[in-house]
C-alpha cells in the first residue's frame, strides 16, 4: 500500500517536472476548461480514498481480531 501510494505521488511530481505538457492537455479539445492534470489528480483523490475505506474496514475487522488474540495470549497466566 504504501508502495502504491509512493509511485502515484512521486510519479505525478516526475510527469509534472520532465512533461508538463503532457499534464496541460486539454481534455475534450481545445474548448474544454479541463485539463488532463486535473483528471489524473482527481482520479487518484477518488483511488487513495477507496484504497483507504478498504484498509480501514481490513483493520477493524481482520486486524483487531488478532490483536484481541494476541492480548489474550500475553495475558494468560498472568494475576491481575
Known sequence: LVAV?????????????FNPSLMGQ????DTSVYT?????????FIFLWAI?????KRANGE???LTQKIVREATQGVKK
Open 5 to 17: 501510494v509512493l509511485v502515484l505521488f512521486y510519479g505525478l511530481i516526475l510527469v509534472v517536472a
Open 26 to 29: 486539454r481534455l475534450g479539445g
Open 36 to 44: 488532463l492534470g486535473v483528471a489524473v489528480i482527481l482520479a487518484m
Open 52 to 56: 483507504t475505506a478498504l484498509y480501514v
Open 63 to 65: 486486524f483487531d481480531e
